[in-house]
């Protein structure tokens, strides 16, 4: 999933601590939600939803109406504004490469979303369903499945998510943090390369060399 460059969410800003906008940037999402809601009833049908997503991502139909029926969690065939914030949250973080970061913030949200059937459960499928959303790797699903599913029922309670985003919040810092490990010695590398590869200037009159002594004028 990939935003549209130019449009309205491109220039919007999602810290990257908490994933969440700033009071500026919420102001003007709002705004926009007005702009949007063209039958002034403070919610998106599905025909307005449907031209949002398709203006600002790359969604293809099939992906924009998934999205709106696990937002649309009354079935009123209708969506409000915190919806629509949280799915521009969940936008701009995968833009960012913020997922891991955002899912471990707002655990509580993405499994509610993710529980489309009330069950206080999910399983792999609702994994699957999801997945061009949550952008959720087929590793982190396997360690999902395999450590943290303390029933052995292949479905995943609330605790055992939030453990989850724990545990794949560490692998995500601990590559941050070889990624930056990396990057740094590159740069050592490099300035002690450039240092080496420097000619010294040539000091007449020293070490033996020549000086304007030797000449006659």
């Known amino acids: 999933m990939k935003l549209k460059k130019g449009s309205f969410l491109w220039y919007l800003y999602l810290d990257k601590l908490y994933c969440l906008l700033s009071v500026r940037n919420v102001k003007a999402l709002v705004d926009y ?79 509610e979303l993710l529980d489309v059937n009330g069950e206080l459960k999910i399983g792999p499928a609702n994994f699957h369903t999801y997945n061009f959303l949550f952008n959720i790797r087929k590793q982190q699903l396997r360690e999902l499945c395999r450590n943290f599913d303390i029933s052995g029922d292949r479905r995943i309670n609330y605790k055992e998510f939030k453990l989850f985003t724990i545990f794949s919040m560490d692998k995500y810092q601990e590559r941050q943090k070889a990624k930056r490990e990396k990057k740094e010695k590159a740069l050592i590398k490099k300035k002690a390369s450039r240092q080496v590869n420097v ?16 000449y006659n004028f």
């Not at 293809?60 to 029926?69: D, G, H, P, S, Y």
């Not at 471990?104 to 993405?110: G, I």
């Open 33 to 111: 939600f007005h702009l949007l809601d063209v039958h002034r009833k403070n919610t998106l049908n599905d025909i307005l939803f449907y031209h949002f997503l398709n203006h600002v991502t790359d969604l293809k139909r099939k992906q924009i109406t998934t999205v709106f029926n696990m937002l649309d969690w009354n079935a009123e065939g209708e969506i409000g504004f915190d919806q629509f914030y949280m799915l521009v949250c969940i936008l701009l973080a995968q833009e960012n490469h913020l997922g891991e970061q955002f899912i471990f913030r707002h655990s509580r949200p993405v499994f």
């Open 199 to 214: 000619s010294p200037r040539v000091s007449h009159g020293i070490n033996g060399s020549e000086s304007l002594s030797n």
